[in-house]
């Protein structure tokens, strides 16, 4: 999948980078929000978010679920930034979907 396609992936959703404060920014100089900016999204709808590694299978896992929920969605990435990305993109398409 890659970094610039979770990137892209988020931008469809209407994200914005119009406050770079917790980004990082890609080969392109795109911005991109962090992990940690990644888990204040999450907190601020009231979700719990987390990335694991995979080592059988050399990628990482993100993975959220409403507080209190047993009920989980999960994305995969090469890294822990694309993870974290697309977790996002997925996340917002989720809730506009509801």
Request: negative net charge; proline residues 1%.
């Amino acid at each position: 999948m890659g970094l610039i396609f979770a990137l892209d992936e988020l931008h469809a959703t209407g994200w914005s980078c119009l406050d770079t404060t917790g980004c990082a920014f890609d080969t392109d100089g795109r911005a991109y929000p962090t992990i940690a900016r990644v888990q204040q999204e999450f907190a601020a709808a009231g979700f719990e978010f987390s990335i694991t590694h995979q080592s059988r299978f050399n990628c990482y896992r993100a993975e959220w679920r409403e507080a209190g929920s047993d009920q989980t969605q999960a994305v995969v990435g090469h890294s822990e930034a694309e993870a974290a990305v697309y977790a996002l993109a997925q996340f917002r398409r989720s809730l506009v979907a509801a």
